[in-house]
């Protein structure tokens, strides 16, 4: 069964970059009915998409965080992986990764999650 | 940007009770080449992930239980639980899969027992 696991520093300072690494097992990170997906949910609010990356590099960001986020994949370590600059207190919280099946539209498996927290 | 937005913010329902939430996206999520609504519904637990539940805006993910039900199409959505159990108390989420590349969640409900 497929499972996914975030993984990256819980503490990050002010203006610097927030780096996260999805390490996806049983399966495939090349298979092609799939995007890889990255949302973040603040303590006690809700849901937000940060990006999606295709196994080909092919990459769609949020608007709202577009110049601040880079999203790659390393088909050979079947990883992605999450770098957001400059970061502030607003980017506390906790960051899952996700697979989004094209054929369906909709997140089916989720990661963990990890927390990570914007603090000097 | 498409925005989602849920009602009620919260309901609290007695066990075996029937509970709705609703959702409505600000512009029709329906794709007219395939007819499918790009809609899907998530449960989140305290201390967990999402789960999804239902996708295009009524098809039950496998392993869901039966209870879960979704309706609507194009701009208004609901999740009907149709008999509460005690593990059904959540989060419940919906989101849209219509419009890259921002694919934008409701603020969520929260259901717990009355």
């Known amino acids: 069964q497929l499972q996914l696991q975030e993984s990256g520093p819980g503490l990050v300072k002010p203006s610097e970059t927030l780096s996260l690494t999805c390490t996806v097992s049983g399966g495939s990170i090349s298979s092609r009915s799939y995007y890889w997906d990255w949302i973040r949910q603040p303590p006690g609010k809700g849901l937000e998409w940060i990006g999606s990356?295709?196994?080909?590099?092919?990459?769609s960001y949020n608007p709202s965080l577009k110049s601040r986020v880079i999203i790659s994949v390393d088909t050979s370590k079947n990883q992605f992986s999450l770098k957001l600059s400059s970061v502030t207190a607003a980017d506390t919280a906790v960051y899952y990764c996700?697979?989004?099946?094209?054929?369906?539209?909709?997140?089916?498996?989720w990661g963990q999650g990890t927390m990570v927290t914007v603090s000097s | 940007d498409i925005v989602m937005t849920q009602s009620p913010d919260s309901l609290a329902v007695s066990l075996g009770e029937r509970a709705t939430i609703n959702c409505k996206s600000s512009?029709?999520?329906?794709?007219?080449?395939?007819?499918?609504?790009?809609l899907a519904w998530y449960q989140q637990k305290p201390g967990q992930p999402p789960k999804l539940l239902i996708y295009?805006?009524?098809t039950r993910e496998s392993g869901v239980p039966d209870r879960f039900s979704g309706s609507g199409s194009g701009t208004d959505f609901t999740l009907t639980i149709s008999s509460l159990q005690a593990e059904d108390v959540a989060v419940y989420y919906c989101q849209q899969f219509y419009s890259t590349p921002l694919f934008t969640f409701g603020p969520g409900t929260k259901v717990d027992i009355k």
């Open positions: 295009w805006a009524s």
């Open positions: 990356i295709y196994y080909s590099g092919s990459t």
């Open positions: 996700a697979r989004h099946q094209g054929g369906i539209e909709a997140f089916d498996i």
């Open positions: 512009q029709s999520v329906l794709y007219s080449s395939n007819n499918k609504n790009y």
